[in-house]
């Protein structure tokens, strides 16, 4: 079965500071596709990265980094330099083929001034 | 036009209304998907229509009925609903049918059912 943790269900930090959120897979499958959305009070939910599974170069994208690795099974996203508009809750999700993604349970990131 | 449209953007009904959610897009995108999610929880998948036919049906019940007049709009008529089917509506779209792409989401509809 396929299957994504978020094991961090709140998460708040003061402005500035960095910020890691947890994602740990569970997949049998050899080619899978990993992603990251983020989604902010409005409600839509706002692509930030998809990774597969033959790529494990960690990304970077301005203050937002990736760390994945596939030993361990984890696909983690780092915040640098937090800012209070990175407040929103945060899904890792699976790839589980035929257009079906597994969504983790969330991380709910509140960035205080 | 990089946006998935979703209207309204709230709802209130009566178990014995009748009502739609509407959902436009207008990327040339030729998969657009339905999900519902309850508060603090993740969005779950309930249809998939792929070049305007219905693909996937994740065993929703028939008063949720989808509808994909063309490849750029997507309806969601809703009919003798529950209380427990008061949640925001989601509605994306991606390129292809291929799936592992990312999906565009609209705002959701927040529908409450009293």
């Known amino acids: 079965a396929q299957k994504v943790t978020q094991a961090q269900t709140e998460i708040s930090v003061v402005e500035k500071e960095d910020v890691t959120l947890d994602c740990v897979y569970e997949?049998?499958?050899?080619?899978?596709?990993l992603f990251w959305y983020k989604q902010p009070p409005s409600g839509e939910l706002v692509f930030l990265i998809r990774r597969n599974s033959f790529d494990e170069q960690n990304e970077i994208s301005g203050r937002y980094s990736w760390n994945f690795q596939k030993s361990t099974s984890s696909f983690n996203f780092t915040i640098t330099a937090s800012q209070v508009v990175d407040s929103a809750v945060y899904f890792c999700a699976l790839d589980q083929g035929a257009q079906k993604l597994v969504f983790g349970q969330g991380t709910r990131l509140t960035i205080n001034p | 036009d990089t946006e998935v449209t979703q209207t309204p953007k709230h709802l209130v009904m009566g178990m014995t209304n009748k009502k739609s959610l509407k959902c436009e897009q207008h990327m040339g995108h030729r998969a657009m998907y339905w999900y519902k999610q309850k508060a603090k929880k993740p969005p779950e998948l309930m249809f998939v229509?792929?070049?305007?036919?219905?693909?996937i049906n994740e065993s929703v019940p028939s008063r949720f009925s989808p509808e994909c007049p063309n490849s750029s709009l997507l309806n969601l008529h809703l009919h003798a609903l529950q209380p427990e089917d008061s949640a925001l509506y989601l509605c994306a779209s991606s390129p292809t049918d291929r799936g592992n792409e990312k999906l565009f989401f609209g705002s959701g509809t927040q529908l409450s059912v009293l």
């Open positions: 997949t049998r499958d050899t080619t899978y596709y």
């Open positions: 229509y792929s070049y305007e036919k219905l693909s």
